[in-house]
């Protein structure tokens, strides 16, 4: 399995930007689909962009479609999330997930093989 940290969460106010890292070890990230998904106290966790392999196919949640785009850096084994025109309702933890084989992306938490420990992300109105 593929070793996950999470970099990049903090406490902005709404409107504000972050940019969310995922670090992965490993010589076979270039192998993995990667995945964000979040998640708030008491909710389960969701599907928030998901990008292939070789990153040529992306997609993100209906929710967040226009303010976040999600890339990758297969030559540094990160995944990024860039999150624009933060609201309120963004605040949870995030997490990064990976998937071997993906030549595509996913948007199950069941589809994923790792996960890193969460950075939180809180929004302020």
């Known amino acids: 399995q593929v070793q996950l940290v999470e970099s990049g969460g903090g406490l902005v106010q709404a409107g504000d930007s972050l940019r969310l890292s995922c670090a992965a070890s490993?010589?076979?990230?270039?192998?993995?689909?990667m995945g964000w998904f979040r998640q708030a106290p008491g909710k389960e966790r969701e599907f928030v962009a998901g990008?292939?392999?070789?990153?040529?196919?992306?997609g993100e949640a209906d929710s967040v479609k226009g303010r976040f785009t999600i890339s990758r850096d297969n030559a540094k084994n990160t995944v990024y999330l860039q999150m624009n025109s933060l609201k309120p309702e963004d605040t949870a933890r995030y997490y990064c997930?990976?998937?071997?084989?993906?030549?595509?992306?996913?948007?199950?938490?069941?589809?994923?093989?790792?996960w890193g420990q969460g950075t939180q992300v809180t929004v302020s109105s």
């Open positions: 490993g010589r076979t990230f270039s192998n993995y689909a």
């Open positions: 997930g990976a998937r071997t084989r993906g030549s595509y992306y996913y948007v199950r938490p069941g589809d994923y093989d790792s």
């Open positions: 990008i292939s392999s070789s990153g040529d196919r992306t």
